[in-house]
């Protein structure tokens, strides 16, 4: 079975940086998607971005190009979201999630989900 569990939440202040990892495993093949998503309280959850496993192409939300940056590492299994230039509107908890489809983009159908880690940026 899929499993992803996420890491590098923190308190940050507006401005700074961090990066997240999931790490996943459990996969059957090398056709997958992993992407990431947040959801901020009282708030839709929103996809931020997402990478293919077979050729690393990725996605973008509008509002997180230029800041964000999803990179693999395929010998460690994980995927990592690296956030800069963070602002308070990004405090929310980050999931990352797996398709069993390469190259399906945050509004695509995600499988399986981590327990989330918490982003909070003051101000």
């Known amino acids: 079975e899929v499993q992803l569990v996420e890491s590098g939440g923190g308190l940050v202040q507006a401005g700074g940086s961090l990066r997240l990892s999931c790490a996943a495993s459990?996969?059957?093949?090398?056709?997958?998607?992993i992407g990431w998503f947040r959801q901020a309280p009282g708030k839709e959850r929103e996809g931020v971005s997402s990478i293919s496993s077979r050729d690393g192409s990725t996605y973008y939300a509008d509002s997180m190009k230029g800041r964000f940056t999803i990179s693999s590492d395929n010998a460690k299994n994980t995927v990592y979201l690296q956030m800069n230039s963070l602002k308070p509107e990004d405090t929310a908890v980050y999931y990352c999630a797996a398709a069993l489809e390469a190259r399906t983009s945050v509004f695509g159908v995600y499988d399986y989900w981590g327990q989330g880690t918490q982003v909070t940026v003051s101000s």
């Open positions: 459990g996969f059957t093949d090398d056709d997958y998607s």
